[in-house]
């Protein structure tokens, strides 16, 4: 099933239940009333709202109403944890390489993952809002996962059990604030500002045999400006799978349920499938000519980031945001 | 007023407001049934929330029932955002000074500060639950406050006008995981564990003029199995007060109400009054004698952190906790 939220109901949005094509959609408030409820008590709401969308595909929901993706709040408007790995090592390769440095022989058994901010994400389609172009505002296309409950110190093959959403994320940087951040040695604050996530969130099963072992094996598109940006495979070159992000996310403490966990940038090796991020574009640049030529995003610049089935349907909906200046 | 949760009620407890001497409470649930609700429609709940207290102070609610800071969860059993700045340089420079390094010119005019896991909070007595004592346990004694909505980029000046509430917390720290963890680079996951706040959080009128310019000028407390282990004045070597830190803290993205905002390890120059942390008294060892003689805490330790005013009654109540072998 796939899963939304209208922006009415206060803090949380109002959970939708919306339809396979993503056009259609019901509110769920009969099983829960939003995403966080939801999540909190799975193994009831679940089944449940597989009824519901098992009816809404079937056609057979007469209050279903025509989905617009464009005024839909974020799936989780706001959520209690996110973190963030950095799973796909070409992008982390790629970083040190331009500046000479080496990856430690440690980042492929022990992933990077940083504590991110949750307490609120914007809407698929609204603007990010920054307040200087001078910031170097770059979006990075990542897929998501959703657990339920899961207990400190679970083993991998425990923590695939607790995924229970897919998603995707433009986890927004600003890149410039980047190097003086990390410098000080606490990790991102001011240079990870608010996320937006796709359009609907989905069960595993929506995504067929693209989903096995803990890794979705699709391309995920990036379109800058309306132009095709990059479309690396998302099955090829994640080094560590979301059971083994989410066992490394619990290992000093539980996760609770609506606990975020991110794949970190999508990259491959294969340079020809495109980046999902400026920075890894620049970073080609400075490697092959000694100088970046892409510049970061500019306020009015859009990007917009989609995954589509072996059908070619969109499974997710489209995240896209234009850059706005704030204040 | 002084405003704390019951555990029972669901994941977010249930409002208390608890009496000026920490003996007796009413449940608050016709104006708010959670903290979080409370602190998201502050405007109308505040004065609501203030006359039952005034009107328990004055012994005029006969439905109250007795207190026991043993059975309470945290003030906040989870919230949305949680960023714990370090403010008291006198840590930051101990610790630096232990290996021989200096501290940045910078540090003294941009705070430090990391984003912190908000997901779940321990209660104020409830056991700290560790896999391992090699992990390198310690207790870190803090102030936090408590915002409500902070836009963007607010001004320290603006900033100081969103802080509600007041609190302690034991900032729980796994000392031996900080290093390879720091050395990523991405800063703290798995060495910053669940936390644990005081019993109730206070708005800043409960702390007369110890409060005054966003900084709380009385000893904190610490006292590690049953004796006495330091008591710094947090109002002096504070480097940035707390509408600094929150202006800090927003300056990317707005906070949401019920965002947590840590001072850090509360550390004087004046090493007389002890430490906040077993890290600095093993620092000063080190300094002095190359080498620490207090061990991190072990299975079965117990730590008691407390904040007194000049009648000498005890402002949060307090937290108390073991340390004990999960799994």
């Known amino acids: 099933m796939k899963l939304g939220s209208l922006k009415t109901g206060g803090r949380d949005g109002t959970l939708i239940v919306v339809d396979r094509g993503l056009t259609r959609y019901v509110v769920a408030g009969d099983v829960a009333t939003t995403m966080q409820e939801a999540i909190e008590d799975w193994l009831n709401t679940a089944p449940r709202l597989n009824a519901i969308s098992t009816a809404l595909n079937a056609g057979e929901r007469d209050d279903a109403e025509e989905l617009d993706c464009g005024v839909l709040a974020s799936p989780f408007p706001r959520a209690y944890e996110f973190v963030d790995g950095s799973a796909y090592l070409p992008h982390v390769e790629r970083v040190r390489k331009a500046r000479g440095a080496e990856v430690p022989e440690s980042f492929y058994q022990d992933p990077l993952m940083y504590q991110a901010t949750s307490a609120g994400f914007l809407g698929p389609r ?45 986890d ?13 040695g606490f990790g991102f604050l001011h240079s990870k500002p608010r996320s937006a996530f796709s359009p609907v969130f989905v069960t595993p099963d929506e995504l067929g045999d693209a989903w096995q072992d803990s890794v979705l094996s699709l391309p995920l598109v990036s379109t800058l400006n309306g132009k095709r940006f990059g479309a690396p495979e998302a099955g090829v070159d994640m080094q ?56 970061f995003m500019a306020f009015g610049d859009t990007i917009r980031i989609e995954m589509f089935d072996s059908q070619g349907d969109s499974i997710f909906g489209a995240i896209e945001q234009s850059i706005e200046k704030y204040g």
């Open 126 to 170: 609204d603007p990010v809002p920054v307040v200087s172009e001078e910031y170097g505002i770059d979006f990075e296309a990542e897929i998501v996962v959703v657990t339920d409950d899961v207990p400190m110190a679970v083993s991998a093959e425990q923590a695939a059990g607790h995924i229970q959403l897919l998603g995707l994320i433009n």
């Open 240 to 295: 560590f799978n979301f059971a083994q992000l989410t066992a490394h996310a619990a290992r000093t403490r539980p996760l609770s349920a609506g606990t975020i966990v991110g794949s970190g940038t999508i990259a491959n090796q294969d340079e020809s499938l495109g980046a999902s991020c400026l920075a890894e574009r620049r970073m080609l640049e400075i490697i092959a000519n000694g100088k970046p030529e892409t510049p």
């Open 172 to 184: 927004v940087s600003l890149r410039n604030l980047i190097p003086a951040e990390l410098a000080k």
